[in-house]
């Protein structure tokens, strides 16, 4: 079974700085790797997804993340964050052999301070 | 273009009474869809999938139960609602199985 970990509950950053989320993933076959957000009361929009190829993905907003096969991690990343980016963030893997169990991480909220 | 309706909005129910939810989705034909719950807070929990008309599986019941009556409805529903019922109730679709969920506005669920 699959299973997702990001470890930081809360994330606080200053407009302009540079972000990291972490996440890191259980799963024994070829894992599929999606980064969602949430805004208050609202349902999750796909920020980028990662299947196979080159193993940094680029998403909307500036957003990218990497596959890191050997460490089972798959980190988002933005240069400069802005106010409007305060939402939660959700680190999600299906993969080859389940393909519609799709699981998700406990979620980090981002907030960040103008 | 696709959309995705989630009813109702809201609801505040009592332990014991029943509960339907529904999703709908418009502009895609057999789609695969899906049923999650997110607890106040918290991570999102699968509890149904369902690839095709008439049949659901499920991931995790939770005392509910869920139907596809048509190729673009999911429903969600119980007949007596316990508190932990409380919490936020999304419906995704995806074209294919493996591929990226899109979720609607989802709807809020308070068991008094």
């Known amino acids: 079974a699959q299973s997702v970990t990001q470890p930081d509950a809360r994330v606080t950053v200053s407009e302009g700085a540079s972000l990291q989320l972490r996440c890191k993933y259980s799963y024994s076959g070829t894992p599929y790797l999606f980064w969602y957000v949430q805004y208050p009361r609202q349902g999750l929009q796909l920020l980028l997804k990662y299947y196979s190829g080159d193993p940094v993905v680029q998403g909307v907003n500036g957003f990218e993340a990497e596959f890191i096969k050997s460490n089972s991690s798959f980190h988002l990343r933005k240069a400069s964050v802005h106010w409007s980016d305060s939402a939660v963030y959700f680190c999600a893997v299906s993969g080859s052999s389940n393909t519609n169990k799709v699981v998700f991480g406990t979620g980090t909220r981002l907030q960040v301070l103008p | 273009a696709q959309t995705i309706h989630q009813w109702p909005v809201a609801e505040i129910k009592a332990v014991g009474s029943p509960l339907s939810l529904g999703c709908t989705i418009k502009?895609?034909?057999?789609?695969?869809l899906y049923w999650y719950w997110q607890a106040t807070g918290g991570t999102l929990q699968q509890l149904f999938y369902?690839?095709?008309?008439?049949?659901v599986e499920s991931v995790v019941q939770l005392n509910l139960s869920a139907s596809r009556p048509k190729d673009d409805q999911f429903i969600l529903s119980t007949e007596k609602l316990l508190l932990s019922h409380s919490g936020f109730y999304l419906c995704a679709w995806s074209q294919n199985s493996g591929n990226t969920l899109y979720f609607g506005e989802g709807s809020r669920l308070i068991v008094v």
């Open positions: 369902s690839i095709t008309v008439g049949q």
């Open positions: 502009g895609k034909s057999s789609p695969n």
